[in-house]
C-alpha cells in the first residue's frame, strides 16, 4: 500500500495537476493543509484525498512528520504541490515498492521555470529522498528538510516535473520568505557570519551555478536562476548578521 501526502496552503492552481499524478498510483492521498482560504480544499476532497488542517509554523519538517503519522501505507511518497509524478517515474515508483532491500528513494527533479525546463545549474541536477518505508525515519531541519531515512537509499533514473515560481516577483517572494527561516536555523545554530562570508558565498553561489554545473547552456532562464539563487544566499546571510546584531 502507498500512501501519497501532500503539504498545501493556497495550492488551488497546482493541486489538481498533481494529484492527477498520482490517481493510479496511490492507494490513499493524505493533505495536510496550513489552513488555505481558497479552493484547495474543495479541490482535494472532491479528489477523494484526507484532509488535515494544521498550522504549518515555520516548520516543514514538522508538518510531514504528522502526515508520517496519519499515513497507513507501507510505503509513503512526499510530493509538493506544484510537483507531478511523470509518467515513467510512475513505473519506476511500483517496481521499487516489491523490492524488500530498499528503504528509500531518492527521486530526481527537474524545474520548469519561466516557460522551460532547467537541464543545468544545481537545479537541474538536484534529488529528494521523497519515497521510504513507513517508520523508516524522521524528518529533520524546519526548513530545507531532510528525511532521515535508515537503510539502503537508492536513486531514480526518471524524475518528477516541478512548477515553482510563476514569475521573476513569485520567485522573489519566496526567496525573502526562505532565507528569514534559514537565517533563523543559522542563529538557532550559533553561526555567525562576516562580510566576507557575505561576498563570498554569493559569487561562489552563482559561480557555481552558471559556470560550473553550466547553467549558462539553459540561457535567459539559467542567468536569472543563478542570480536569483545567489541573491538567497547573500539575503539570508545579511537576515543572519542583523538577527546576530541585536
Given at each position: 500500500?502507498?500512501?501519497?501526502?501532500?503539504?498545501?496552503?493556497?495550492?488551488?492552481?497546482?493541486?489538481?495537476?498533481?494529484?492527477?499524478?498520482?490517481?493510479?498510483?496511490?492507494?490513499?492521498?493524505?493533505?495536510?493543509?496550513?489552513?488555505?482560504?481558497?479552493?484547495?480544499?474543495r479541490?482535494?476532497?472532491?479528489?477523494?484525498?484526507?484532509?488535515?488542517?494544521?498550522?504549518?509554523?515555520?516548520?516543514?519538517?514538522?508538518?510531514?512528520?504528522?502526515?508520517?503519522?496519519?499515513?497507513?501505507?507501507?510505503?509513503?511518497l512526499?510530493?509538493?504541490?506544484?510537483?507531478?509524478?511523470?509518467?515513467?517515474?510512475?513505473?519506476?515508483?511500483?517496481?521499487?515498492?516489491?523490492?524488500?532491500?530498499?528503504m528509500?528513494?531518492?527521486i530526481?527533479?527537474?524545474?520548469?521555470?519561466?516557460?522551460?525546463?532547467?537541464?543545468?545549474?544545481?537545479?537541474?541536477?538536484?534529488?529528494?529522498?521523497?519515497?521510504?518505508?513507513?517508520?523508516?525515519?524522521?524528518?529533520?531541519?524546519?526548513?530545507?528538510?531532510i528525511?532521515?531515512?535508515?537503510?539502503?537509499?537508492?536513486?531514480?533514473?526518471?524524475?518528477?516535473?516541478?512548477?515553482?515560481?510563476?514569475?521573476?516577483?513569485?520567485?522573489?517572494?519566496?526567496?525573502?520568505?526562505?532565507?528569514t527561516?534559514?537565517?533563523?536555523?543559522?542563529?538557532?545554530?550559533?553561526?555567525?557570519?562576516?562580510?566576507?562570508?557575505?561576498?563570498?558565498?554569493?559569487?561562489?553561489?552563482?559561480?557555481?551555478?552558471?559556470?560550473?554545473?553550466?547553467?549558462?547552456?539553459?540561457?535567459?532562464?539559467?542567468?536569472?536562476?543563478?542570480?536569483?539563487m545567489?541573491?538567497?544566499?547573500?539575503?539570508?546571510?545579511?537576515?543572519?548578521?542583523?538577527?546576530?546584531?541585536?
Amino acid at each position: 500500500m502507498l500512501s501519497v501526502c501532500i503539504l498545501t496552503k493556497n495550492s488551488e492552481n497546482d493541486l489538481p495537476r498533481a494529484l492527477a499524478s498520482v490517481a493510479s498510483l496511490a492507494d490513499e492521498t493524505i493533505l495536510i493543509d496550513d489552513f488555505s482560504v481558497d479552493g484547495t480544499i474543495r479541490i482535494a476532497k472532491k479528489s477523494g484525498a484526507r484532509v488535515y488542517l494544521r498550522h504549518l509554523n515555520s516548520d516543514f519538517a514538522s508538518q510531514r512528520n504528522f502526515a508520517l503519522q496519519k499515513a497507513k501505507g507501507d510505503w509513503i511518497l512526499f510530493l509538493d504541490s506544484d510537483e507531478e509524478v511523470t509518467p515513467e517515474l510512475k513505473a519506476e515508483i511500483r517496481i521499487y515498492l516489491n523490492n524488500p532491500e530498499i528503504m528509500g528513494v531518492r527521486i530526481q527533479r527537474k524545474d520548469f521555470f519561466l516557460g522551460k525546463m532547467l537541464r543545468y545549474g544545481e537545479t537541474g541536477t538536484i534529488r529528494f529522498l521523497r519515497l521510504a518505508k513507513r517508520n523508516s525515519g524522521l524528518w529533520e531541519r524546519s526548513v530545507h528538510e531532510i528525511w532521515n531515512v535508515k537503510g539502503t537509499v537508492i536513486q531514480t533514473k526518471s524524475w518528477m516535473n516541478h512548477y515553482p515560481h510563476k514569475t521573476i516577483r513569485e520567485f522573489l517572494d519566496d526567496i525573502n520568505t526562505y532565507s528569514t527561516l534559514q537565517a533563523d536555523i543559522f542563529l538557532s545554530e550559533g553561526k555567525t557570519v562576516s562580510l566576507w562570508h557575505m561576498i563570498a558565498y554569493p559569487v561562489g553561489k552563482f559561480l557555481m551555478n552558471f559556470y560550473w554545473k553550466l547553467g549558462f547552456l539553459d540561457g535567459h532562464q539559467g542567468m536569472i536562476m543563478a542570480l536569483c539563487m545567489s541573491y538567497h544566499s547573500f539575503l539570508t546571510r545579511a537576515k543572519l548578521w542583523e538577527k546576530s546584531a541585536r
